[in-house]
């Protein structure tokens, strides 16, 4: 049913900055929940930045905050990340995902609680 597609993943130094997209079909991102989730070697899939309902929209982790921004263009069905002032430990596979709307709207930010998943995209920062 939904489908995603990651780009624009590549290593860049601390300090850089990339911007993450993702491609879907199946429905709009306005019909269902999405956000970008990332996972390092050894470590659990995190959510990095999610768009929920308001008023707690969009969530950011905490060691990204003020860093990355989470943004949509519904009538594309793209979601992007823009990813400024990368530190080393943002080296991770970042996916973006997405789920169907529970409770009438968005409010998770586990990896756990979303169905639809893209392939994911490479981001590796030296420092």
């Known amino acids: 049913q939904v489908q995603l597609v990651e780009s624009g993943g590549g290593s860049v130094q601390a300090g850089g900055s990339l911007r993450l997209s993702c491609a879907t079909s199946?429905?709009?991102?306005?019909?269902?929940?999405v956000g970008w989730f990332r996972q390092a070697p050894g470590k659990e899939r995190e959510g990095v930045a999610v768009l929920l309902t308001a008023p707690s929209n969009p969530y950011y982790a905490e060691s990204v905050k003020g860093r990355f921004t989470i943004s949509r263009d519904n009538a594309k069905g793209t979601l992007y990340l823009q990813m400024d002032s990368l530190k080393p430990e943002d080296t991770a596979m970042y996916y973006c995902a997405a789920d169907q709307k529970k409770y009438g709207g968005c409010y998770f930010t586990d990896a756990v609680d979303y169905t639809y998943w893209g392939q994911g995209t490479q981001v590796t920062v030296s420092s």
């Open positions: 199946g429905d709009p991102t306005r019909s269902v929940c």
